[in-house]
């Protein structure tokens, strides 16, 4: 049976607040993915520590051998955190679809710190470190600066994880040339592989689309 789509979901009638929490599947799936999302973050300043400490191969990159390097930190976070403010505002008033927002967001990370494990990457050359006391603090906990969490690109793929959660329109279409804009910026700052960045739209269509078969 094929997964069903943010755009299906959102053609039905809306499932609201109080009738979803009487449902006790997606009350039971709402709470277990929130408490492994909990558990990932907890996890994973050890992990990030990990990847940071081991060696990694350069891969070469003839077009980040070609872009002059730049430090473009507000304007990568100024675009995610928009972009994840106008993507809840969506979401939050829409439970299913939140639900398979937040399951998809879970196994992205997850198969992301699987592909970090498999691939260990040393940074481009010519990074400039991004600035964002935030994450910093909460996931990136480490004695160093982490700048091997390379591929895929998370920052990239969550963008572009929200065009696909807010189901088919305008916002989709900001949100996905907003995605764009972040592999751009990643590229321009160095702190990215192309193939990091090119990579992560596939990974997040296709955790999304696995999402679709844990959401009621």
Known sequence: ????????????????????????????????????????????????????????????DPLLAALPAHDVSGLVFGTIYLSVVTGLWVLLPRPRLLLRALWAYLLLH??????????????????????DPLVDQLVYAAPAPITKDLFFSGHTATVVLLALAVGRGRLRTVLLAAAAVVGALVLVQHVHYTYDVLAAPLFAWGCYRMAGYLTP
């Open 1 to 60: 049976m094929p997964a069903p789509t943010a755009d299906s979901a959102a053609a039905s009638p809306p499932l609201r607040w109080p009738e979803a929490w009487r449902t006790p599947g997606f009350r039971a799936r709402l709470l277990l993915v929130l408490v492994l999302l909990l558990a990932l973050l907890a996890v994973l300043p050890r992990f990030f520590a990990y990847i940071q400490a081991r060696p990694g191969v350069v891969l070469p």
């Open 110 to 131: 997850v198969c992301r710190c699987l592909l970090l494990w498999l691939l260990p990457l040393e940074p481009p050359v010519g990074l400039v470190l991004l600035q």
